[in-house]
């Protein structure tokens, strides 16, 4: 009996100084803002695509094509770097803004396979209710394209390690074909070899 309140206490022992080492180990989290400056990291970052989208949106709205309401489609912006940029981030941030503003609305073109599935499914499929279907014919055709390239340069030494990043977007006609928008921003950071 007494051994069996001697492998109590130890189990107790060993339990309470787990979770005090536990404790001490701890890793406090703190919210911070967004937009906030917070490089952490050499390379493209939350900072970055903030930036970006601040700096595209501002000169896209002050685009003379703005003065009635648009229509625009946006591709992929392609990732020219050899880093996993998930490039959606910057389109999807861009979208939201403008669609706030009330100058443009989007299409996805990727969807139209999916949409025009989904028409037909509506109004040709014995099964569905007609007096809810959406009519074929109605949907939007966009006025420009919005697309983009990501591109870096870096550079190394035995002291030194150079990023130079450029995010470049424009918007095209679909009519005319002609570009009628473009801005980039440009990014460099730099850090002594070994800084962690």
Not at 113 to 131: C, G, I
Request: net charge positive.
């Amino acid at each position: 009996m007494k051994g069996i309140f001697v492998t109590l206490g130890f189990t107790s022992l060993l339990i309470s100084g787990c979770s005090s080492e536990a404790v001490r180990h701890k890793t406090l989290v703190q919210r911070v803002d967004p937009a906030s400056t917070l490089d952490t990291d050499i390379t493209f970052s939350a900072e970055d695509l903030h930036q970006s989208v601040e700096k595209m949106v501002s000169s896209m709205l002050r685009s003379r094509i703005f003065h009635k309401k648009v229509v625009i489609d946006v591709w992929d912006v392609e990732n020219a770097t050899d880093e996993h940029v998930d490039t959606r981030a910057i389109t999807d941030s861009i979208k939201t803004t403008i669609i706030k503003s009330g100058k443009a609305v989007f299409i996805d073109s990727r969807m139209r396979e999916a949409l025009q599935k989904e028409l037909a499914y509506q109004n040709k499929n014995p099964y569905s209710d007609k007096k809810h279907a959406r009519k074929i014919g109605k949907q939007f055709g966009a006025d420009y394209i919005l697309k983009g390239r990501l591109v870096s340069i870096k550079q190394r030494n035995s002291q030194l390690e150079d990023f130079y990043y450029k995010l470049t977007l424009e918007l095209q006609s679909v009519e005319t074909g002609v570009i009628v928008w473009i801005e980039e921003k440009k990014f460099r950071k730099k850090r002594a070899v070994g800084e962690f």
